[in-house]
T-cell receptor
Framework: QQQVKQSPQSLIVQKGGISIINCAYENTAFDYFPWYQQFPGKGPALLIAIRPDVSEKKEGRFTISFNKSAKQFSLHIMDSQPGDSATYFCAASSAGNQFYFGTGTSLTVIP | DTGVSQNPRHKITKRGQNVTFRCDPISEHNRLYWYRQTLGQGPEFLTYFQNEAQLEKSRLLSDRFSAERPKGSFSTLEIQRTEQGDSAMYLC?????????????FGPGTRLTVL
């Protein structure tokens, strides 16, 4: 079964807008929640990650919001730029063992 | 370049043939992961190594798939008797296992096409 559920499947945002991608999980043993960015023909690249002992982490224009009780976490991209157009994956793992990825969100930022 | 490298980048083979892919991780990384990614999907975990020990293998992984990391450095993934359903991007990632950070760095992948 899908261990990490991601939505939406695709997202179109105007330049300067906020992009929001959501993920949900069931396994309470997960202790590491990264977000990856992938461009066509490339491997995923780590964007930002969070552990469940904090509710928010911000790095530049990228913020993860984490809700432990709801078992949900989301990625917010502020001031979205055309260069942010890519596919984004959330993931989860326990003790760095098997990583479970969401199905991805294709983001298009319109100039 | 000190990133993760994978070879070959592309492989086209006929159904029934065997193929082998190689991954060279970042030199000091002791963990190495293999994933498979099909179009429009997220990476699917196949297996991972810590040093030369294979610690976990996906239950979805067919017996036709085998991976090795003989000296705890590079790794190979072999697919025997390939099937058209094996067509996918095969990704390798490496990390340095330490608490609390376990950042994975991905290679560019090997795209396999089975005719």
């Amino acid at each position: 079964q899908q261990q990490v559920k991601q939505s939406p499947q695709s997202l179109i945002v105007q330049k300067g807008g906020i992009s929001i991608i959501n993920c949900a999980y069931e396994n309470t043993a997960f202790d590491y929640f990264p977000w990856y960015q992938q461009f066509p023909g490339k491997g995923p690249a780590l964007l930002i990650a969070i552990r469940p002992d904090v509710s928010e982490k911000k790095e530049g224009r990228f913020t993860i919001s984490f809700n432990k009780s709801a078992k949900q976490f989301s990625l917010h991209i502020m001031d979205s730029q055309p260069g942010d157009s890519a596919t984004y994956f959330c993931a989860a793992s326990s003790a760095g063992n098997q990583f479970y990825f969401g199905t991805g969100t294709s983001l298009t930022v319109i100039p | 370049d000190t990133g993760v490298s994978q070879n070959p980048r592309h492989k086209i083979t006929k159904r029934g043939q065997n193929v082998t892919f190689r991954c060279d991780p970042i030199s000091e990384h002791n963990r190495l992961y293999w994933y498979r990614q099909t179009l429009g999907q997220g990476p699917e975990f196949l297996t991972y190594f810590q040093n030369e020990a294979q610690l976990e293998k996906s239950r979805l992984l067919s017996d036709r798939f085998s991976a090795e990391r003989p000296k705890g450095s590079f790794s190979t993934l072999e697919i025997q008797r390939t099937e058209q359903g094996d067509s996918a991007m095969y990704l390798c990632a490496s990390s340095l296992a330490r608490d609390p950070v376990n950042e994975q760095f991905f290679g560019p992948g090997t795209r396999l096409t089975v005719l």
